[in-house]
């Protein structure tokens, strides 16, 4: 219950915000907001040591018992690892946005409540239990990630950046919501854990690949995954603060995290291996390849992020293949699941406190952009400093964290040329050459980045501000992130022992039992020659070499156009006016087409019916015989009809229906109806009278008598409706299946009712309430004829409303 | 008897079809009154054309062979609600004519920033 609460207490904490920032304005909001993340935090460093044993902690609050929907917080290794980094890094991005953004010139108490509300929806994404309240977090993040994206929304990039987040992510979660539902169907159960223990019955399963296919759309489009990755670069219009939380340590992990979770259910399948580790591997090299392209700092530390996340996921596609293996521990595999999660640990540190560099140089020099920039090493040597342990770290270069995990991937990578099921005996070469290549841009774009704004000449004269050392205050989250990217180095395996191999056990379950069970020494990093040491060593020199030589080269990158954005331009723009033209083409404004849609769709869909059902049928018994005059009276009916049709004046057309009218109530006379042929010919003369008025007042202008123009189209619709009408009434006539309920009315009406005419007995007596409301609805008429005639509203000379 | 009144009924609702796809008003409204003709006396068929008196207890006297007569309350009801709609479609037409100087359909549509 407790855990489930604690969920919540960030989003509940957002309530007051406004309040603290309206009425202690003196003091910046962001202090108060400090408070939770950094709470969390030390609540769930507690769990540690527990959690590194192999234990878990289950909380479970009802909130649709009928559907058996509930929140359930459980948290395990990999669960608290994510929940560790979301509530730290937080509590580092909020002490850094206190001295990043103005308390006077921004509007705090939006940006406050926005964060606190992601960091509800994170926290409940990694610790949900069960699928539908994942759903729900999941989408939360979506939301707020676009009103954070959003913060500054009187600028048009910053709108359009977040409209594109939103579409790109909304559409990955509706598509994560069907393979849930999915997956719900399959095993009878949202319970993860539940299905988890379920998954070998599971794989057999029709839905298990759509399932499969589903959820990984919702986790690539969360982890900027390739082609879903182009809505990161635009989200760079958030506040950088939002970057490093949401866009590089959190939000965009979310994937990961997904990926990660339902490894065990989905890891029996060769699609999921092949697609995760394929589609990763090539982010990592589409995303570095592409990072040398871009002229904004933020710009090239999103798409390292896309980098760096597609390496991690191809990882943990690596450690979904040791389920196919019978002695994966022995093989190199099983470095693949604690270097994923080891990296990913690694990433937040660096990332982090990259953006934070970025937004520092922003903030201290006016521009992102890295031509105008250089030479701030004298200038700004702490952020200098931090800047260069981040990117070393992200290029792999020891003594930071990244080279353990950059040796780790490698090691992966390699393991996987041993591994022949799969078909990766035949492809799996690829695999350690691609990474290799990613690895060289990633160590080619670090250096970029930092030696590119720090070293080189400075250019006082292009700058907006003159540049100088950020306050300490902003300093205090990136320096710490940098001396954690330092410390990881030195002390990996007592990170391992308690962040890493619980989460390992979380993910591979099928491989450990217990988290003390991960065999993984990271201590293997000196020592013994092995081809991983030699492909770094390769890296490096290659990486070096490139980088030197990038003046030379990188304009090559100006021919690469933007197929991927202009895609996604195209397809808004096409989506937005293809269906503007489509509802154009049928929505005429004329209600003739109306009228001919309905009818046309009434003939297809009864006809269709008679002919798929096999519906027709005609019945020649119990016919009434067919008299003289019913003959004499229905062709007088069909000569006014066709009058009607044929005249030239309306006069005649008019008089044409007055004589339908009256052989209708002769009809009613001889089929024995004497109330029906009464009111009939009553009612038959008032209309008549009533068509004359109108007639007598026709416009002038269009009153020039012409014959209806005969129109080939609409006398196919004409008789298809009469064709149609035709059979129906001889198919009903025919189908007959109960007698009449009119034997009670005739046996009752004098005994019961106390009456003679059996029509106006069931009209007052049996069915009165129709009259009162057939009375009704003549009142209506009468009272919206008068409004209609006596009700003007005074208009304006020369005020028409459509002018 | 009631296979010819079916056909009948198919050239009403026929002729009414064509007359409410031409352009001008009042054709459409003397389209809908066909169609009612048409409606009322598809009730009277289908509740079967039979019985020899009409459906009148005379002195409490019950003869065996009455038309049914629910069809033609029914009918009764019928007629005098689509009365009460067609006379008030009238006076919309009219109306129009007053106010807009035309009974052509397709000059009624609204202009472009009118939506």
């Known amino acids: 219950m407790s855990l489930v609460l604690l969920i919540f207490l960030p989003i509940i904490a957002a309530l007051f915000i406004p309040l603290l920032f309206k009425k202690i304005g003196q003091i910046h909001t962001g202090w108060f907001v400090l408070l939770v993340p950094a709470a969390l935090f030390i609540y769930y460093s507690t769990l540690l040591p527990s959690i590194a044993e192999g234990g878990n902690r289950v909380s479970e609050l009802q909130w649709i018992p009928s559907l058996d929907i509930a929140f359930i917080a459980y948290i395990d290794g990999l669960s608290l690892l994510f929940s560790l980094l979301i509530t730290g890094i937080g509590a580092l991005v909020v002490l850094y946005s206190i001295f990043y953004l103005d308390k006077y010139r921004e509007q705090l108490h939006n940006f406050y409540v926005y964060l606190l509300m992601f960091m509800t929806a994170m926290l409940g994404v990694v610790q949900s239990d069960h699928l539908i309240s994942l759903y729900l977090f999941w989408e939360l993040t979506s ?83 390739f082609p879903f990755y182009i809505w990161l670069p635009d989200a760079m219009e958030a506040p950088t603060p939002v970057s490093a939380y949401l866009h590089s340590a959190t939000m965009v992990k979310a994937g990961l995290y997904l990926v990660a979770r339902f490894t065990p259910i989905f890891a029996a399948s060769g699609t999921w291996v092949w697609l995760v580790t394929g589609i990763g591997l090539f982010t990592m090299l589409w995303g570095s ?34 389920f196919h293996v019978e002695n994966a521990t022995e093989i190199a595999l099983n470095y693949a699941g604690f270097a994923a999660i080891f990296h990913l640990i690694n990433h937040a540190v660096f990332k982090g406190s990259l953006f934070m560099i970025a937004g520092i140089v922003d903030h201290e020099t006016g521009t992102r952009d890295i031509r105008k920039l250089g030479g701030l090493m004298s200038l700004m040597p702490i952020s200098f400093t931090v800047a260069m342990i981040g990117a070393f770290s992200m290029a792999g270069l020891p003594p930071f964290g990244g080279f353990l995990s950059k040796e780790m991937f490698l090691t992966g990578m390699v393991a996987l040329t041993e591994f022949d099921l799969l078909s990766m005996d035949v492809w799996g070469i690829m695999f350690p050459v691609i990474a290799w290549i990613g690895s060289v841009f990633t160590f080619i774009y670090s250096f970029y980045f930092v030696f590119h704004t720090f070293a080189g000449k400075h250019k006082p004269e292009e700058l907006p501000k003159p540049a100088h050392e950020a306050p300490k205050g902003m300093l205090i989250s990136p320096v710490f992130l940098a001396i954690l990217a330092v410390v990881i180095f030195f002390i990996p395996n007592i990170v391992g022992e308690w962040l890493v191999k619980p989460a390992v056990a979380a993910i591979q379950p099928f491989m450990y039992d217990s988290p003390a069970a991960v065999d993984v020494h990271v201590a293997a990093w000196h020592g013994y020659i092995t081809p991983e040491l030699w492909m770094t060593i390769g890296i490096f020199a290659v990486g070096g070499l490139m980088f030197w030589s990038l003046r030379k080269w990188q304009h090559l990158y100006e021919r690469f156009p933007n197929t991927l954005n202009s895609l996604y331009d195209k397809g808004m723009f096409l989506s937005d006016t293809g269906a503007n033209r489509f509802s154009r083409t049928y929505m005429t404004g004329f209600i003739r087409s109306y009228l001919v849609y309905m009818f046309s769709f009434l003939v297809i869909i009864v006809l269709g019916t008679f002919v798929l059902n096999d519906a027709f049928a005609i019945d020649m018994n119990n016919l009434a015989p067919v008299g003289l005059y019913e003959i004499v009276i229905m062709l007088a009916l069909l000569g006014s009809t066709l009058t009607i049709l044929f005249s030239k004046s309306r006069l005649t057309a008019i008089i044409a229906l007055g004589a339908v009218g009256y052989s209708v109530a002769l009809f009613f006379v001889i089929f024995r109806a004497p109330d029906l042929a009464l009111t009939q010919l009553v009612i038959e003369t008032i209309s008549v009278a009533l068509f004359l008025l109108a007639f007598y007042h026709l416009p002038q202008i269009s009153r020039k008598e012409e014959r209806m123009r005969f129109r080939f189209g609409n006398a196919v619709i004409a008789f298809g409706v009469g064709v149609t009408m035709t059979l129906v009434a001889l198919a009903a006539h025919s189908g007959k299946a109960l007698p009449s309920i009119s034997e009670f009315y005739k046996e009752t009406v004098y005994t019961e009712a106390g009456g003679g005419n059996i029509v106006n007995v069931i009209l007052v007596d049996y069915r009165g309430f129709d009259t009162l409301f057939e009375i009704g609805v003549l009142g209506i008429a009468g009272i919206g004829i008068i409004t209609l005639i006596k009700l003007r509203l005074a208009k304006k000379e020369g005020q028409h409303e459509n002018k | ?107 009624l549509k609204g202009t472009e920033d009118h939506e």
């Open chain 1, 143 to 225: 939301i707020s990630s676009f009103l954070l994206i959003g913060y500054w929304y009187t600028r048009d990039r910053s709108r359009f950046g977040a409209l594109k987040s939103m579409m790109i992510t909304v559409f990955g979660g509706l598509m994560m919501l069907g393979g849930f539902v999915l997956l719900g169907i399959m095993g009878n159960t949202y319970s993860i854990r539940e299905l988890i223990s379920q998954a070998p019955e599971l794989v057999g399963h029709d839905f298990f690949v759509w399932a499969l296919v589903l959820i990984l759309l919702g986790a690539f489009t969360k982890s900027a995954q």
């Open chain 1, 289 to 322: 390849f592409f990072a040398l392209k871009q002229k904004d700092l933020k710009g090239i530390l999103a798409f390292s992020t896309v980098s760096q996340l597609g390496l991690i996921m191809s990882l943990l596609g690596v450690s979904a293949a040791g």
């Open chain 2, 1 to 107: 008897m009631e296979i010819i009144m079916s056909v009948v009924i198919g050239f009403l609702f026929m002729a009414a079809v064509y007359l409410m796809l031409s352009k001008s008003l009042i054709r459409i409204i003397i389209g809908t009154g066909l169609l009612s003709h048409g409606a009322h006396l598809l009730l009277l068929t289908m509740g079967g054309l039979g019985g020899e008196s009409p459906p009148v207890v005379a002195d409490g006297v019950s003869v065996s062979d009455y038309a049914d007569p629910l069809p033609q309350a029914l009918i009764l009801t019928a007629i005098v609600i689509s009365f009460a709609v067609t006379s008030f479609f009238l006076v919309v037409a009219y109306r129009a004519y007053q106010e807009l100087g035309t009974d052509n359909m397709e000059l």
